[in-house]
């Protein structure tokens, strides 16, 4: 890159405003602000290009997505350099007691920050429609869980308070479609033993659960009401029925997320890679793709991607005393992925069973067990990945027998 045609601008975004730092070639500064539309980006853009002409826009910003990286990245004449707001905090330390945050003076050391560390910074590359729309779908839809798990715990401890008699049904998921289903037709205990056995036996069984029905409904009138309290069956009920009803939402939508996954997952390049790894399914596959990118210079190394996602702990000294500790500033859906695919791993693949068992047995925590057998497999993944080679269980176990591994003893 010509960098004296380049301009370093710092920008220190937020929902309606966005404070830049403009370093010229020749030392001058222009410092100022725009606001977050359509109108006034492109406006600051031809600003520049206006003083400008020909020159490559090198922009540090906190963020790698949003509404002005969204603006911004499909630009040829801007590059995008994404700053870890981590990174950004220890160099404000550096320059203010204190550390205090100052969105004027955040844009000033962020474009100080792209100047000094240009050679070691990444620019964003927007991987491709196929990449970026799985990653989506994957994120929402798992946000999407997320929610319905809050809600899920929501009912249940209103269920204890005013109606336990449904939880005897011992549903192996709490947002169950015929619990929600049930709970909206009959949200009391009252309300339930007051249609009688025989029609909960009928409605049961329309709900699909032919083999329960019976049970069910001989519990249900069975049971002993713990409160009769009629404010409290009110205002719980409806409650109930407010939280069943998102819930059933919630269920629609995740099956709809799955749906466009599982049609969209078969089409990527990378799907064969995703789909030879032991354990994960359509989704975890999905995540791994997007975690992954199609940049293969996103992760220069193996050690690259187990320090950004987050695996890879970090290792303090004090005096002669050395020790590893959490990594604290990573990307959660980066590390969630990671941890979840090993996790789904341990009972498809020998060697990883066996590495998680030896981790558990010198008295690991299942977490930690579970993130350690996570860094083995970067490893390996970050490989098939650089290669566009699948994974192949026998081949690597092999591999371990062939360089005398103390895992193959396990095996």
């Known amino acids: 890159m010509n960098q004296k045609n380049s301009i370093i601008i710092g920008i220190d975004w937020a929902d309606a405003k966005h404070d830049f730092h403009l370093i010229e070639?020749?030392?001058?500064?222009?410092?100022?602000?725009?606001?977050?539309?359509?109108?006034?980006?492109?406006?600051?853009?031809?600003?520049?290009?206006?003083?400008?002409?020909?020159?490559?826009?090198?922009?540090?910003?906190?963020a790698s997505k949003g509404a002005l990286i969204n603006a911004l990245i499909d630009h040829e004449d801007i590059v995008i350099y994404p700053v870890n707001p981590a990174a950004l905090s220890f160099h404000r330390k550096s320059y203010a007691h204190g550390g205090g945050k100052n969105d004027p003076l955040d844009a000033k050391r962020l474009a100080g920050f792209l100047k000094q560390r240009l050679p070691e910074l990444r620019p964003l590359r927007r991987d491709q429609p196929i990449t970026r729309e799985l990653g989506t779908l994957s994120e929402d839809r798992r946000r999407t869980v997320d929610a319905r798990a809050d809600l899920a715990n929501e009912l249940t401890a209103l269920l204890k308070q005013y109606f336990p008699?449904?939880?005897?049904?011992?549903?192996?998921?709490?947002?169950?479609?015929?619990?929600?289903?049930?709970?909206?037709?009959?949200?009391?205990?009252?309300?339930?033993?007051?249609?009688?056995?025989?029609?909960?036996?009928?409605?049961?069984?329309?709900?699909?659960?032919?083999?329960?029905?019976?049970?069910?409904?001989?519990?249900?009138?069975?049971?002993?009401?713990?409160?009769?309290?009629?404010?409290?069956?009110?205002?719980?009920?409806?409650?109930?029925?407010?939280?069943?009803?998102?819930?059933?939402?919630?269920?629609?939508?995740?099956?709809?997320?799955?749906?466009?996954?599982?049609?969209?997952?078969?089409?990527?390049p990378a799907y064969a890679i995703a789909k030879s790894l032991p354990g994960p399914a359509d989704n975890t596959q999905a995540r791994l793709i997007a975690a992954m990118g199609d940049d293969h210079n996103r992760y220069s190394s193996a050690q690259s991607l187990q320090c950004a996602s987050g695996i890879a702990p970090l290792t303090e000294q004090s005096g002669k005393r050395k020790f590893a500790v959490a990594r604290w500033a990573y990307t959660k859906f980066l590390r969630q992925t990671f941890h979840e695919m090993a996790g789904l791993s341990i009972n498809k693949s020998k060697w990883a069973k066996a590495y998680y068992n030896q981790q558990i047995a010198k008295g690991k925590s299942a977490n930690t067990a579970?993130?350690?057998?996570?860094?083995?497999?970067?490893?390996?993944?970050?490989?098939?990945?650089?290669?566009?080679?699948?994974?192949d269980e026998e081949r690597y176990i092999a591999r371990l027998k062939a360089t005398n591994a103390p895992l193959y003893q396990l095996l």
């Open 25 to 62: 070639p020749s030392g001058e500064i222009q410092a100022d602000d725009f606001e977050q539309s359509p109108n006034a980006i492109a406006e600051q853009l031809q600003l520049w290009r206006k003083d400008f002409p020909g020159a490559t826009f090198l922009i540090a910003i906190e």
């Open 165 to 268: 008699a449904v939880l005897s049904f011992k549903a192996a998921k709490p947002y169950a479609t015929f619990l929600l289903s049930f709970l909206i037709e009959y949200p009391t205990l009252q309300a339930a033993q007051a249609a009688g056995e025989t029609k909960l036996r009928s409605y049961f069984h329309g709900l699909g659960m032919k083999r329960k029905a019976a049970e069910f409904a001989k519990m249900i009138v069975d049971a002993m009401p713990l409160t009769v309290d009629e404010v409290t069956l009110r205002s719980s009920q409806r409650r109930a029925v407010m939280l069943a009803e998102q819930l059933k939402i919630l269920n629609k939508h995740i099956r709809k997320y799955e749906a466009s996954i599982k049609e969209l997952l078969p089409k990527h």
């Open 370 to 391: 579970k993130r350690a057998l996570a860094y083995k497999w970067q490893r390996i993944i970050y490989r098939c990945w650089q290669s566009g080679q699948p994974y």
